[in-house]
């Protein structure tokens, strides 16, 4: 079964400061990963994904996420982090075969403060 | 940009009755999916719907929950005796394909409170 782990239900960075937010996958197939946000009472928007191609992953919004396999880990980066980007992030893995059903971690919430 | 629209956006019924959450997909889209996220938890897969049938469920997808593509714009999904665990947030997606070129998109969900 696949799962992935995100560190850190909560993380607090200044306006201007870089975004890591963590996420580590397991998986028994190479996996397709992807970074979903979540703005309040919103949907889940997708951030960017990794499909076996380039292993670093530019998205949306100035996010990009590294796919390393040695630490299997995908974490999601940001140089200099917005107050617009407060929000949920959830880091989701899903069988190769079919990119359709996801499963996700339980989310991390990024405060922005000035 | 097209939009996955789910209604209502809350919605309050007591222990033991029916409800349905409705859902309007992506208009060429093929691929339909509920999700739902218990307050403080993953958010998790329920069932994916194509071609009119279910395609895989999850074991949370029991006898008590259903899916119906009743007209050719809605995708609703139905429980028939709530409980009051069945308190969620529910995602409605919709994808154009299956693979990893048609991603999913979430429409906002709808918040079921079970009283």
């Known amino acids: 079964a696949q799962s992935v782990t995100q560190l850190g239900s909560h993380v607090s960075v200044s306006e201007g400061a870089l975004v890591l937010l963590r996420c580590n996958y397991s998986?028994?197939?190479?996996?397709?990963l992807f970074w979903y946000v979540q703005y309040p009472n919103q949907g889940l928007q997708l951030l960017l994904k990794?499909?076996?191609?380039?292993?670093l992953v530019k998205g949306i919004n100035g996010f990009e996420a590294e796919f390393k396999k040695s630490e299997t880990s995908f974490h999601l980066t940001k140089p200099s982090a917005h107050m617009r980007d407060a929000a949920e992030y959830f880091c989701?893995?899903?069988?190769?075969?079919?990119?359709?059903?996801?499963?996700f971690g339980t989310g991390t919430r990024l405060q922005v403060t000035l | 940009e097209p939009e996955v629209t789910q209604t209502p956006s809350h919605q309050v019924t007591q222990m033991g009755q029916e409800v349905i959450l409705r859902c309007v997909p992506i208009?060429?889209?093929?691929?339909f999916y509920w999700y739902r996220q218990i307050l403080g938890q993953k958010v998790e897969f329920l069932v994916s719907?194509?071609?009119?049938?279910?395609?895989?469920k999850s074991e949370i997808f029991d006898d008590q929950f259903s899916v119906e593509r009743p007209d050719g714009s809605n995708f609703t999904l139905k429980i028939r005796s709530t409980k009051l665990e069945d308190s969620a947030m529910y995602f409605c997606?919709?994808?154009?394909?299956?693979?990893?070129?048609?991603?999913?998109?979430f429409g906002n969900g709808t918040r079921l409170t079970v009283t």
């Open positions: 997606a919709s994808s154009a394909g299956q693979f990893y070129n048609s991603p999913l998109h």
């Open positions: 990794y499909t076996s191609a380039a292993t």
């Open positions: 719907f194509y071609n009119n049938e279910i395609s895989e």
């Open positions: 208009s060429n889209h093929l691929y």
């Open positions: 989701a893995v899903s069988d190769p075969g079919t990119a359709s059903k996801l499963t």
């Open positions: 998986s028994s197939v190479p996996p397709y």
